[in-house]
Every structure is written in C-alpha cells, then in structure tokens.
C-alpha cells in the first residue's frame, strides 16, 4: 500500500514539475546548472548507471545513498528558510499600505494648501488690479489700462466656480463696469476726434487714440467694429459727395478719378493715421473694401439711369480700369477683410492644347500657337469682382457688339473669298487651310478670354451661343457654299445619288482648279472641326461649374465633319465619272463571243490613265490630312467597277476569265493606289489594302460563280453561297443574268437558292443574312496564280 501512495506521489510530483519550454528556459537563464538532477529531461536509470557504471561500484553504494541524503537535507533546510522567510512578508506590507496613506494625505494636504496660497494671491491681484483700473479708466491712462484689463480679466477666469461667494461676484460685476464705461468713453473720444461731416474737426489722430485701440482689443468685439465702422465711413464721406450719381464725374467716361481719388485717400491715411491703429486691424484694407462695395452700389445705379448711353467701348474701357484697380488690389493687400474669400485651387496641369492666352498692357491678345502647351494659372484674385460685378447685368451689350462683328466677319469673308477665287493649282496654297479659318477662330479666342475677364457666368453661355451661330455660318457660307457644284450635288449629296451611274458625259466632272478648291475646303473643315473641339474645352474651362453642362459644340462639329464627308464624296465622284467611260465600255463588250484570253483589256488601261491622272492630284493636296486622302482611296472606284460588272452579260467561260484578268490587274493597281505616281514608295495603310482586298475579291468571286457549270444545280447553288457568302436573291439573280441563264431556269435556281440558304440563328433579323468567313487574301493569291498558270497554258 505505501508502495502505491509512494508512486502516485511521484506522478503528480512529476505533474506538478512537467514545466513549459519558456519557463523552462527562464530557469535556466537564471539558475544556469551543469546538475544532472537539474535537467528538464532528467532519466533516473541513466543516472544511476552513471553512478554505478560496472557492478565493482556498487561497493560504494552507501557512501552514494548518504551523499544524497545529505544532499536532500540541505534543499530541505532551503526551502524551510524561504517558507519561514515569507511568514512576515503580510505584515510588512500592511505596514508599508499605512506609510503610504500617511503620504497621501500629506500630499493632498500639500496640494489644497498650495491652492489656497494660489488662490490668495490671485484674489489678492484681482482685488488691486480692480481698483488701479476704475482710477486709470478716470484718467483715461489707456496705455496702462490695455495691458492691465487684459491681466484681470485672465485672473478673473480662475474665480469662475467661486461666484457663488459675494466677494468674489462684486469684484466681477465691477470689471464688467470698468469694460462697459471703457467702451463708452472710447467711443466718445473718437467722436470727439473724428466728428460727423460738417462739424469742424478736432483733435485727429493721437497717441491717446492709438493706446484706446489697444484697449478696444480687450473689451467686447462690437466695440471694435463700432470704431472700425464709423471711423471708415467719415473717412469715405468726401467720396459720397464727389462722385454723387447726379456729378458728371459719376459716369463711366470718368471712372478713374474714382481710383485716383481713393489711391491718395489710402496715402493720406498711411501717413496720418497708419500708426493710430494696430496693424492686425487691417485698416487701409478695410477703407480699400468699403471704398469698392460703395463704387459697386453707386456704378450699378448710375448704370441703370442711363442704360441707354452705354456703348460697348465705353463699357469695355470702364471694365478694362475696374479690374486693373482691382488687380492691384490684390497685390496691396490679402484679401484678409472680405468675408465670402475662397481659398484659390492649387494650378492643375492640362492637357488641353488650346491656348491659354493672354492680354497684353493694352488689351491686346498675344497670339501663341495652338500646340504649346497650357501654362499654370495664377491663383485667383480675392477681389475679382469686388466692383466689376456690376457690369455683369450690362454685357448683353458686349454680346451684341460681338454678334454684329463676327457678322460683318463672315460677310468680308464672303466677299474676299469671291474677290480672290479659290487657291490657284500648282501653288502653295494649293489644298492648304483656308486663312480666313485662322482669322475666325482667333478671334473667337480673343472674345473668350475678354468675357472671361468680365464674367464667367451667363455672359459666358450667351457668347458661346454666337460662337455656334457663326461656326455654323462658316461652314455654310464659307465651306460647303464654296464646294463646285454638280449636276447630282444640286439638290443635296447623298450617298444613293453618288452611286448612281451616268453615262459618258452626262456626269460633270472637275478641272484641276476645282480639285484643289475641294481640297482646300476639306482641309479647312478638318481644321476647324479640331479647333471647335478644342474651344469647347476652354470655353468648359472658363465658365463656372454649374454652367459646364450647358456649352455644347456637338452640332457644330457635326457640321464640319459632313463637310468633309461631302468634300470625300465629291473627289470620289470626280474619279468615278472619269472612269465611267471606260467602265461603260467594258459593260458593253460582247463578253459571249471573247474567243480568246490576252493581255489586260483596253478598258482597264483607261482606268489606270485615268486614276494616274487624278489621285496624284488630290494626294499631293491632301498632304496634311492623309487619313482622308486614305478616306477617298477607300470610298473610290470599288462599288462602281462592281456595278458595271453585273452589266455584263451574257459572259462566256473565256470572257470570264479575261474579266478575271482584268479584275486582278485593277486589284494590283487599286493597292498601289495610295502612292501611285508618287517618288516616293510609302506602304499603304492595313485599313485600306484589307477594304480593297476584300472589294475586289468579291468581284473576283462573282467571276468565278460565273465560270463554274450550273449543272447540276445544288452544287452551283452551294458554290456560290460557300463563295460570296451573299444571302440577297437580287445578287444571285445578277450572276445568273450573267451566265446567261433563261427566266425559266433561274425560277427554279432561285427557289432552289432559297432553300439552300443557312437558317439564321434565333433572335436575329428575318432578313437574308450570311456570315460566312471570307477567304484570306493569300488564299485568294493563290488562287488567282493558278488561274493564271491555267491561262497560259491555253495559250
């Protein structure tokens, strides 16, 4: 049984002493052992082999076992001094708790006294400090009382939570008596010093006065303002009278003896006065502020009685001196005083390439070049508009002056347009923007930056209206009422009448003049369209925020971009009509009876002279504006070919693979044709060579359908679909017209054609509809050089 109670000891001994890692290791750190028994992993079997390695040691087994005893015995002791040393421990520490209290209550006792004395010797200065103040308010020693008042009144803050005590309330009711009779006796020694107009004036500034502002500092604010008020307003009493809205220096004519009569007003007052008052005041500034809302009222009024006198230069010279006076405002002072100040947005970098312009000392625009990047802008003038807002309800007569100008613009433009004719061929000016373009548009930023100046509010949105009145007006008269007229653009150019076919001469066509004129005007309006895009930038830039939605040059950009697109259809009609000849020709020919296939055809090499001719021309014009130079190569020339080729019929197997032939020898020529008759050899552009492939291979296509047996019918039938991927019967019946097919045959290909349609896939239109892929334009190559090896062979 003991054997039992001996090992479960051991157990929950060695439970008790199962430590973790980190106070294992804390141990360790502080109790470092080389002790065997010391170990956290200490084994007893290992030990003891350790101790009685062989079975000879064992003969000292009682000299080990009493060394262990020994050992035990010591710990023992150990522990029981350190048990019995902790017995007293409680006891000490209440004792220490009793010292620690004593030492509290010592310290409160400290601090209250502390407080008392504080509070004695306030009380003390608050008391003293009282009665100096009611004798120097008495001797209006206002030098001492300034620094004085200002002491008592930070003592009396600490006596807050003692009013409930008499003495302490009396002594704060007499302060608030001192402040109150301060005051009064202040302002009536500025009455005496400054008295109303027509009372002879008295004593001026004074060093009595100046120690009294230092005073007025400390009392209430209202008294302050009061002084600032009234001091202000005699001050500008002479003004009132001078420039009374019945004097004939009140008009607008006269505005600078207004800003003259202020600027000696402010040097009187820097002299006389400047030392009277403190300088946190601002007091020049506030004259200079009140001096602008009195000009403000007094302008508008006198505006109103003789709004009918005001003209435009009268106005704009009364703006030009306004906003000069303010601007030097704003170098003088802060803008501290006003209280509607906005703190100015930090610059923003732009990237809008219209200009920032700027105005000379005269008024006049510095003209800059559109590409140069935008400067920062200077930070905002706190009085801008300070007195220039009152123009405001008057601009309308800006905005007319501007309407009847920009009128009168477009009318010389007009006329020196029909004066000099359009740009002569061979001439630099050959294709070449228009000047009257330039003269527009800058003076359209002049106006811009003028009004900007004025207002940036409605008159903003008023002048942006004439600007789309006129841009309009340009495009008109200017631009699409200078285009050569023709026989199918008399009634308006569409895209059906530009594609309509006319034989031999019954199409008009273009000299070299008036290929150069229509380049000219297209360059123009490219011009214009990236200008206006760009004045609507500035103009959103200019106006204030609330108003950004409203300026809109959509439509007048639209106007531009259908001139050029007319500009486009009238080259493209030029180049067609001198090919329609030729195509004309080519539709006539007995295709049936061709017995044999030769050299490319006579019809073929009219075309080439003919685009040899003309797009030379029109490139060398179009110089600058190369993306609508590839516009019309792209827009040329294809659908026409196309269309005389479903004229030719009937086509036999020889007549359609000359036709082949000479489709291909058009194709080699049309993919030159951006640099034809160029020296210098530039790489069409992948747009265009992939719109011409694409063209011209499915002529190539129509040919070959052609060429193909109609029997048996569903193979031709699935040919054709496989190979031009055209879903229209109107097409499928052209081909068959050309095979030379009879009605009869081609009803029953049609409804066979119908029927072998794909079905469109569901939700799309019911219309014929197909999305076959087109082969690849190396396919197509390929093709066409087996064609051609075929050909040779023949021959």
């Not at 939605?549 to 531009?560: A, S």
Request: hydrophobic letters at 35%; aromatic letters at 6%; one cysteine or more.
């Amino acid at each position: 049984m003991m054997e039992e109670e001996e090992l479960e000891f051991s157990e929950d001994l060695e439970a008790i002493l199962n430590l973790t890692p980190e106070v294992q290791l804390a141990i360790e750190q502080v109790f470092p052992s080389q002790d065997p028994l010391d170990r956290a992993d200490f084994n007893a079997v290992e030990y003891i082999n350790t101790l009685f390695p062989t079975e000879q040691s064992l003969a000292n087994i009682d000299d080990v076992v009493n060394k262990i005893r020994l050992k035990i015995r010591r710990l023992d002791d150990n522990i029981r001094m350190v048990v019995r040393g902790q017995t007293n421990v409680g006891q000490d520490g209440r004792q220490v708790k009793e010292i620690t209290r004593d030492i509290k209550q010592l310290d409160h006792a400290k601090r209250h006294l502390t407080t008392s004395i504080t509070t004695l010797n306030h009380l003390h200065m608050l008391a003293g400090g009282v009665d100096s103040l009611e004798a120097m308010t008495r001797r209006r020693q206002y030098g001492e009382v300034a620094n004085l008042l200002q002491g008592v009144v930070n003592v009396l803050e600490h006596f807050h939570k003692y009013m409930g005590i008499p003495q302490i309330r009396q002594l704060s009711e007499r302060v608030k008596a001192a402040q109150s009779e301060l005051g009064t006796q202040i302002m009536a020694d500025f009455e005496e010093a400054f008295p109303a107009q027509g009372s002879k004036r008295a004593g001026g500034p004074s060093n009595v006065l100046r120690d009294a502002c230092l005073v007025a500092n400390v009392l209430d604010p209202r008294i302050k303002q009061e002084i600032i008020k009234k001091f202000i307003r005699q001050h500008l009493s002479e003004y009132m009278v001078l420039f009374q809205e019945n004097q004939d220096v009140a008009w607008l004519d006269k505005i600078d003896r207004r800003y003259a009569w202020i600027k000696r007003q402010l040097v009187d007052y820097e002299e006389k006065y400047g030392r009277m008052f403190p300088e946190e005041w601002c007091m020049t500034e506030r004259i200079a502020v009140e001096f602008c809302h009195i000009t403000r009222t007094e302008l508008a009024k006198v505006m109103r009685t003789r709004a009918k006198e005001i003209e435009v230069k009268l106005l704009l010279f009364a703006i030009q001196r306004t906003t000069n006076f303010e601007g030097l405002l704003a170098k003088r002072f802060s803008g501290c005083t006003l209280t509607d100040v906005k703190k100015p947005e930090p610059p923003l970098e732009s990237t809008n390439p219209f200009l920032e312009d700027e105005v000379g000392d005269d008024g006049s625009e510095i003209e800059e070049d559109l590409d140069r990047p935008k400067k920062h802008k200077a930070p905002d003038n706190p009085f801008h508009g300070i007195i220039s807002k009152c123009f405001e309800p008057h601009l309308y007569v800006y905005i007319e002056s501007q309407d009847k100008n920009l009128g009168e613009m477009i009318d010389r433009f007009v006329s020196d347009f029909r004066a000099q004719g359009p740009p002569k061929a061979g001439t630099e000016d050959g294709g070449a923007v228009l000047p009257s373009c330039a003269d527009l548009f800058v003076y359209y930023k002049k106006c811009m930056v003028q009004c900007s100046q004025l207002s940036t509010g409605e008159p903003m949105i008023a002048l942006t209206t004439i600007f789309q009145k006129y841009l309009r007006e340009y495009a008109w008269k200017i631009l699409s009422g200078n285009l050569p007229k023709t026989s199918s653009n008399s009634g308006g150019l569409t895209i059906k009448s530009l594609l309509q076919e006319k034989e031999g001469s019954e199409a008009a066509k273009f000299n070299v003049e008036e290929l150069c004129l229509i380049c000219s005007i297209l360059s123009t309006a490219e011009y214009c369209l990236a200008t206006t895009q760009q004045l609507e930038e500035k103009l959103k830039e200019k106006v204030d925020k609330t108003l950004v939605e409203r300026i809109n040059l959509t439509g007048e950009m639209d106007t531009f971009s259908n001139v050029i697109s007319n500009s486009i259809q009238l080259l493209v009609q030029d180049l067609d009509a001198a090919c329609d000849p030729a195509l004309t020709a080519m539709s006539k020919m007995p295709w049936q009876s061709v017995e044999h296939v030769g050299d490319q055809s006579p019809y073929v090499t009219s075309v080439i002279m003919h685009i040899k001719q003309n797009v030379p021309i029109i490139r060398g014009n179009l110089a600058s504006t190369r993306k609508y130079f590839t516009q019309f190569c792209i827009n040329s020339f294809i659908p026409k070919f196309i269309n005389h080729l479903f004229r030719c019929k009937p086509i036999s197997m020889v007549g359609a693979e000359q036709l082949l032939l000479d489709t291909h020898s058009l194709k080699t020529v049309l993919l030159d044709l951006p640099s034809i008759g160029s020296q210098v050899v530039r790489k069409a552009p992948a747009s265009y060579t992939k719109i011409v492939v694409k063209g011209m291979t499915r002529a190539e296509m129509i040919l070959k359908v052609v060429m193909a047996p109609h029997e048996p019918s569903v193979v031709f039938v699935d040919n054709y679909i496989k190979l031009l991927a055209d879903g229209n019967p109107e097409t499928f019946q052209k081909t068959l017209d050309m095979k030379g097919l009879k009605r009869s045959e081609q009803s029953s290909m049609l409804e066979l054609f119908r029927q072998r349609l794909p079905t469109p896939p569901s939700g799309a239109d019911g219309g014929p509809s197909l999305s076959f892929s087109t082969p690849t334009p190396e396919q197509e190559n390929s093709r066409i050089r087996k064609l051609e090896k075929l050909i040779k062979k023949r021959l």
